[in-house]
């Protein structure tokens, strides 16, 4: 079993299939797309006008069709940015196979693999382990429980899960589908638009019209029908009023503008794995900075051995402890890179593997005697060699010490079981004890400091400028990391981060008040040796204060903060655990793509804010003028190509430039109330300006193609203003795109072939001039409410 299976055992097996999290099939996609609620009533309504109507009526159903078109290219482009991206995402796995070791993608791992584990590395499939060398697995994200739990010969371990120390093999006993974390979210493993506010809103929205359709549509038939002589101009009247009431677009430019933000920010190599991350960009007002992988580059460099006593063999045992580990952190590999070998008789015995929750590793190496290697505030207890290092720190440098002790913890009381701590305040994730030394206590006892290791972090060359985005668009940026609170302090202050001289130590927070907790968030910006389940609780913590949290992180230690935060954001270097749980992944590792990130959140949800009060005041205006059309037994002031014609020109066209246009506002919760306080008395004053146009014109000698006409310049002169209102503040542009809307609407009214299509005749100069007249009115009247509405709070 040692060397796994062969060649020929894995073309028979069981592969790892798993429907991606990031996209969902093309069936899929035409059938929510084309069979929706709304398309079958239009369809219905398509065929009866073209039944019992003229042609030109019919040209809504084109709408339709184009709306169809449109969302599946644009989700299919959305599609293939995702798959690309979640390929490159892909971590591959490492498998031994005719007694070798092999990367393998995570489709192509197969029933019976043996699979290697190492910190950081996830679990894919489930298993039974076979080799354990102090492996330690984090399961929190299936049972909530942040303690790791060491694993030995025989155990079982569940994908979902992820190695956090040691190192050790498992064989897989549950593959695709049939692996425990599919089964357990096969849900959330799919692809989806939706959960979010905004998606919440629009379905509400489309909810409540369709239950307003149905009954203000039937009266609005009988009304026509009873009422009027021809019973094709019947039909259409009713038509007319019910397409009208339906926002068909919504939804299509809704899902445009997410398609296209996740095709825009696919270009930047950023993969969003979960669409309504879009929206959770916008409402960011609080960033939780890891500063290692995310302020620094990945990867450090050795700078210094500072040995403390004179013969001591200090290069062999950083030598022989940073080769412990078969998967090194980034410590142990800049250690490595200068000690490239272990001299003879450094064979470990016993053994106690890195984790953030220890911040500390150590081996007993027989004669040689038990080391350590970790943390200086965790390992030591003051004295000079804990000044010295914390001199070191104060310069930004990440200080290690070496150190000798008489007895080494177990795993198990490494972590925490029963050991007491140093220092005082919260819990350390995974220990369940005081923190401040995360149980080194035993330790502490005989630990004598041998030397002190220095490391130069490379900070981001990109990291002030993009610091100083996000202090301009107003959010504040927070700095956690489990490092050195002077050394994070330094490397901080350098950024001219604010408050970054007053760095914090979280092993002095309080962890059983969290509205304590939350005060101390607020009135500080940078935190030092944050322990993992501490990152957690500031998140949480920080939520309970009403912010909007986005964290990013690249280490193991930020799995429970980034799958709590509102935003998860991961660098691409960074685990495979803490890739697969975060909803955006900086697949280039940039630094500088966070502000490309949140401005694009901030465009799609503005964006869709302003189409969706285009969209709603149309329904509105048509639900009222529906309404009182069938209460009074009067003619439909319109027909379908009349409305056909102004919803392109103040709607469907200026609604597509809208949805995709650059925007920097960063988006409020109350998109439901805002939406209404604006769409309700915009529409009711155009259906009454409407109404009042075409009754004017009626009681007058005029035809009823002239009275339409007047309705239809009313009409367009309303929602027209309203389109200038929504498409504030305005720029060169957007002044460009209301304008040739107007120009193309007064240029259709003069070309004879347009006029004899739309049923348009604008002869009656005493009629278009009331129009005018009333549109005028009606507008200013629009500016006031919709302003009066705003200020009010529901």
């Known amino acids: 079993m040692a060397n796994g299976l062969t060649s020929a055992q894995v073309a028979g097996a069981k592969p790892n299939h798993v429907p991606r999290r990031s996209s969902r099939s093309l069936s899929a996609i035409v059938r929510a797309n084309v069979f929706t609620l709304f398309n079958l009533v239009i369809g219905v309504l398509w065929a009866l006008v073209l039944i019992f109507g003229e042609w030109q009526d019919s040209l809504f159903g084109l709408v339709i069709v184009a709306n169809v078109l449109i969302g599946i290219v644009q989700e299919l482009r959305a599609k293939r940015t995702l798959d690309k991206l979640a390929v490159i995402n892909e971590a591959p796995v490492r498998v031994r196979r005719d007694g070798e070791e092999r990367l393998v993608q995570p489709r192509h791992v197969v029933l019976g693999d043996l699979i290697l584990l190492g910190p950081g590395e996830r679990l894919l499939v489930d298993g039974e382990v076979v080799e354990s060398d102090g492996l330690e697995?984090?399961?929190?994200?299936?049972?909530?429980?942040?303690?790791?739990?060491?694993?030995?010969?025989?155990?079982?371990?569940?994908?979902?899960?992820?190695?956090?120390?040691?190192?050790?093999?498992?064989?897989?006993?549950?593959?695709?589908?049939?692996?425990?974390?599919?089964?357990?979210?096969?849900?959330?493993?799919?692809?989806?638009?939706?959960?979010?506010?905004?998606?919440?809103?629009?379905?509400?929205?489309?909810?409540?019209?369709?239950?307003?359709?149905?009954?203000?549509?039937?009266?609005l038939i009988y009304s026509q029908l009873k009422h009027s002589a021809d019973f094709g101009t019947a039909i259409t009247g009713a038509v007319a009023g019910i397409v009208t009431m339906i926002p068909e677009g919504l939804v299509l430019m809704t899902s445009i503008a997410f398609a296209v933000g996740v095709v825009r920010l696919g270009r930047r190599k950023c993969l969003v794995q979960e669409l309504p991350a879009i929206e959770g960009l916008a409402r960011v007002d609080v960033l939780c900075l890891d500063k290692t992988g995310t302020l620094t580059a990945g990867g450090m460099d050795l700078d210094q051995v500072l040995p403390l006593r004179d013969g001591h063999p200090v290069e062999e045992a950083l030598a022989a402890l940073a080769h412990l580990d078969q998967?090194?952190?980034?410590?142990?590999?800049?250690?490595?890179?200068?000690?490239?070998?272990?001299?003879?008789?450094?064979?470990?015995?016993?053994?106690?593997?890195?984790?953030?929750?220890?911040?500390?590793?150590?081996?007993?190496?027989?004669?040689?005697?038990?080391?350590?290697?970790?943390?200086?505030?965790?390992?030591?207890?003051?004295?000079?060699?804990?000044?010295?290092?914390?001199?070191?720190?104060?310069?930004?440098?990440?200080?290690?010490?070496?150190?000798?002790?008489?007895?080494?913890?177990?795993?198990?009381?490494?972590?925490?079981?029963?050991?007491?701590?140093?220092?005082?305040?919260?819990?350390?994730?995974?220990?369940?004890?005081?923190?401040?030394?995360?149980?080194?206590?035993?330790?502490?006892?005989?630990?004598?400091?041998?030397?002190?290791?220095?490391?130069k972090q490379r900070v981001r060359p990109d990291a002030h400028e993009t610091l100083r985005y996000f202090a301009k668009q107003g959010v504040t940026v927070k700095v956690i990391s489990g490092d050195n609170p002077t050394a994070v302090s330094a490397i901080a202050t350098g950024l001219e981060i604010p408050d970054a001289h007053r760095a914090v130590d979280a092993r002095d927070l309080p962890y059983d008040d969290e509205a304590k907790l939350g005060e101390l968030l607020d009135s500080h910006t940078v935190f030092g040796r944050v322990s993992p389940r501490q990152k957690r609780q500031f998140v949480t913590a920080l939520q309970a204060r009403g912010h909007t949290v986005a964290m990013t992180g690249d280490g193991v230690n930020d799995v429970l903060a980034l799958k709590d935060a509102d935003l998860g954001i991961a660098m691409g270097a960074g685990s495979p655990a803490t890739k697969a749980v975060a909803q955006v992944v900086l697949l280039d590792d940039k630094f500088a793509t966070l502000p490309h990130v949140v401005g694009e959140g901030r465009r799609v949800l503005a964006n869709i804010e302003r189409v969706s009060n285009l969209f709603l005041t149309k329904t509105f205006y048509a639900i009222v003028l529906s309404l009182l059309v069938g209460v009074a037994g009067v003619m439909f002031p319109f027909a379908p190509r009349h409305s056909t014609l102004t919803n392109a020109l103040t709607i469907g066209v200026p609604a597509l430039f809208l949805a995709l246009a650059p925007t920097f506002e960063r988006s409020k919760p109350g998109f439901v109330p805002r939406v209404l306080r604006f769409a309700v008395p915009a529409g009711v004053l155009c259906a009454a300006a409407v109404l009042l146009s075409f009754w004017a014109a009626h009681s007058g000698t005029s035809t009823l193609v002239e009275d339409q006409t007047s309705a239809v310049i009313t009409l367009f002169l309303t929602t027209w203003w309203v389109l200038v209102l929504i498409t504030r503040p305005l720029n060169w542009w957007r002044i460009a795109l209301v304008a040739s809307m107007a120009a193309a609407f007064a240029i259709g009214l003069t070309i004879p072939f347009v006029r004899h299509f739309f049923a348009l005749e604008p002869g009656n100069l005493g009629n278009n001039l009331a129009a005018i007249g009333i549109s005028i009115v009606a507008g200013v009247m629009i500016s006031v409410a919709v302003k009066v509405a705003g200020t009010l709070r529901t």
């Open 137 to 219: 697995v984090d399961e929190s994200l299936l049972t909530g429980e942040a303690d790791p739990v060491h694993k030995q010969p025989g155990d079982e371990v569940l994908s979902g899960s992820f190695a956090v120390a040691g190192a050790g093999a498992f064989v897989a006993t549950r593959v695709g589908t049939d692996a425990y974390a599919v089964k357990l979210a096969e849900e959330a493993s799919k692809f989806h638009l939706a959960h979010s506010e905004l998606r919440e809103g629009v379905a509400n929205f489309i909810k409540y019209i369709t239950w307003l359709v149905i009954p203000i549509g039937a009266l």
């Open 327 to 455: 998967s090194p952190n980034a410590t142990a590999q800049a250690i490595r890179a200068r000690y490239r070998s272990v001299q003879d008789g450094w064979a470990a015995g016993e053994t106690v593997p890195f984790s953030s929750a220890r911040k500390w590793s150590g081996a007993h190496f027989g004669e040689r005697g038990a080391w350590v290697l970790g943390a200086p505030d965790v390992l030591l207890d003051g004295g000079d060699a804990y000044d010295q290092a914390a001199e070191l720190a104060a310069t930004g440098a990440r200080v290690l010490v070496l150190g000798r002790t008489r007895t080494l913890p177990t795993p198990q009381q490494a972590s925490g079981a029963g050991i007491e701590a140093s220092g005082a305040g919260g819990e350390v994730a995974g220990a369940g004890v005081e923190p401040g030394g995360a149980g080194v206590e035993a330790a502490q006892a005989g630990i004598e400091a041998v030397a002190l290791v220095t490391l």
